[in-house]
């Protein structure tokens, strides 16, 4: 079953929740044929998990720290998320790999905190349009695959999403034969990592996936769902591309 979760990065202050309940209710109605999950901010996960109990939104968060506690002032552990209601977790994305200098070497020992904490993990990987022009996307990404997933997930529920970092936010989006290139790569390398037992594993795509190329994306061998950014803001958008799932 494919995986449809929103990324809402820094965008819902003072939200009165009227999107996630008018998704709710669509999705009550007429069933999803699809997993769907809601990556809020921190601020309001507690919020939208107590809204969301019982239903069939799947809360998660958008980072984590590696470290279980301690003086690391601002920043939450995956049991503080699990506290909070969160039962994933987005890693790696690369607004935190660019923004915050995270490596791989990080990310996957996020990915360990998380999964030891009981969050199943989204681990963000996806190259620049540098390195896309420089012919070296899909080594790039089998890098960050193998570097980036800890042993500790050989066997346990996660995702990879590829997310070529040109493609967020812009409107522009790979070809589908760029994309399914990637995604056979992605496997490939989680297999080299973990062995066969991630032949299951949802590799999703992100990057200005919308309601419009929602169905032509999702039908990409390999992919196994997607990580929405700005068009999950809005339950109208969300609803489109979950229904093209
Ligand atoms: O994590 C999702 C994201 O980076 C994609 O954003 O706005 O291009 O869908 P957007």
Same mark, same amino acid.
């Given at each position: 079953m494919k995986l449809i979760a929103g990324n809402w990065k820094m965008n819902g202050a003072g939200a009165d929740l009227a999107e996630v309940a008018a998704l709710r209710a669509s999705l009550d109605e007429t069933p999803a044929a699809c997993r769907v999950a809601i990556c809020p901010p921190a601020t309001l996960i507690q919020r939208m998990a107590?809204?969301?109990?019982?239903?069939?939104?799947?809360?998660?968060?958008?980072?984590?720290?590696?470290?279980?506690?301690? +003086?690391?002032? !601002?920043?939450?552990? /995956?049991s503080m998320l699990v506290d909070a209601g969160a039962t994933l977790v987005i890693l790696g994305h690369s607004e935190r790999r660019q923004g915050y200098g995270e490596t791989d070497l990080l990310v996957s020992a996020k990915a360990e905190a998380a999964l030891a904490a009981g969050l199943?993990?989204?681990?963000?990987?996806?190259?620049?349009?540098?390195?896309?022009e420089a012919g070296d996307a899909v080594e790039v990404v089998r890098k960050q695959v193998v570097n980036?997933?800890?042993? +500790?997930?050989? !066997?346990?529920?996660? /995702?990879?999403a590829y997310e070529p970092v040109w493609a967020i936010g812009t409107g522009l989006t790979p070809t589908l034969e760029q994309i399914e290139e990637v995604h056979r790569a992605v496997r490939a390398a989680m297999i080299e990592r973990l062995g066969l037992a991630v032949a299951a594993v949802p590799i999703l795509y992100g990057g200005s996936v919308k309601p419009d190329n929602a169905r032509d994306i999702l039908a990409v061998p390999e992919v196994g769902g997607a990580l929405v950014g700005g068009a999950s803001l809005k339950a109208k958008d969300f609803l489109g591309i979950i229904r093209a799932a």
């Open positions: 107590a809204a969301q109990t019982g239903g069939p939104v799947e809360i998660g968060a958008q980072d984590c720290r590696a470290e279980a506690s301690g +003086a690391y002032t !601002g920043d939450i552990s /995956a199943s993990p989204i681990v963000c990987v996806g190259e620049t349009l540098a390195q896309r980036s997933l800890p042993l +500790a997930l050989a !066997g346990q529920a996660f /995702a990879v």
